[in-house]
T-cell receptor, first 119, second 115 residues
Framework: GAGVSQTPSNKVTEKGKYVELRCDPI?????LYWYRQSLGQGPEFLIY????????DSGLPNDRFFAVRPEGSVSTLKIQRTERGDSAVYLC?????????????????FGQGTRLTVV | AQKVTQAQTEISVVEKEDVTLDCVYE???????LFWYKQPPSGELVFLIR??????QNEISGRYSWNFQKSTSSFNFTITASQVVDSAVYFC????????????FGGGTRVLVKP
């Protein structure tokens, strides 16, 4: 597709279960970002990949959260032992070069997010 | 610490009115970047503009304009002659090149344009 694709669009899981959220970035984009957006709030940074490596994972809230990008394209955000507080929309974005290293109009393209509900 | 404050949680206007969204940021860095994003009901964030801290020139793009004032740490956004399609949540964000390219977002302002 032309844009960033996130699957599933909605996920309901029981407390304590494991979930995986997938992000397909725009083809050729080397930079990929995960953000979490709670209801009524702005997105919060989770992790940034440059290629296959996590260049900055300082936003991951705890060790239950982990993300991979093994081939430098698709990324998976993994959450273990989910808690009700993990309920949020998880947004993925990609850019052709690191967002803040490019020219004035370098932009990150966001997907529509995965709405995770932990019951 | 870096922080972005959007004091207006919701603004309601009638079509064709102008609307200004406030954004105040806090940082001790001298080099930083400011962004505005639009989030329509579909959920994806749509990039509107990016400015760097060394360029205080105001920007106009169609019905959109931005007023960057370093003296007051503000980066306000005005929609002129609003339209129903402008209804969305708008986010202001702050970023630093040496902070892993991550953005710090404000809480957003919901704009409702009534016909």
């Amino acid at each position: 597709g032309a844009g960033v694709s996130q699957t599933p669009s909605n996920k309901v899981t029981e407390k304590g279960k494991y979930v995986e959220l997938r992000c397909d970035p725009i083809s050729g984009h080397t930079a990929l970002y995960w953000y979490r957006q709670s209801l009524g709030q702005g997105p919060e940074f989770l992790i940034y990949f440059q290629g296959t490596g996590a260049a900055d994972d300082s936003g991951l809230p705890n060790d239950r959260f982990f993300a991979v990008r093994p081939e430098g394209s698709v990324s998976t955000l993994k959450i273990q032992r989910t808690e009700r507080g993990d309920s949020a929309v998880y947004l993925c974005a990609s850019s052709s070069i690191p967002m803040l290293s490019g020219g004035l109009n370098t932009e990150a393209f966001f997907g529509q997010g995965t709405r995770l509900t932990v019951v | 610490a870096q922080k972005v404050t959007q004091a207006q949680t919701e603004i309601s206007v009638v079509e064709k009115e102008d609307v200004t969204l406030d954004c105040v940021y806090e940082t001790r860095d001298t080099t930083y970047y400011l962004f505005w994003y639009k989030q329509p009901p579909s959920g994806e964030l749509v990039f509107l503009i990016r400015r760097n801290s060394f360029d205080e020139q105001n920007e106009i793009s169609g019905r959109y304009s931005w007023n960057f004032q370093k003296s007051t740490s503000s980066f306000n956004f005005t929609i002129t002659a609003s339209q129903v399609v402008d209804s969305a949540v708008y986010f202001c964000a702050l970023g630093f090149e040496d902070a892993g390219n991550k953005l710090t977002f404000g809480g957003g302002t919901r704009v409702l344009v009534k016909p």
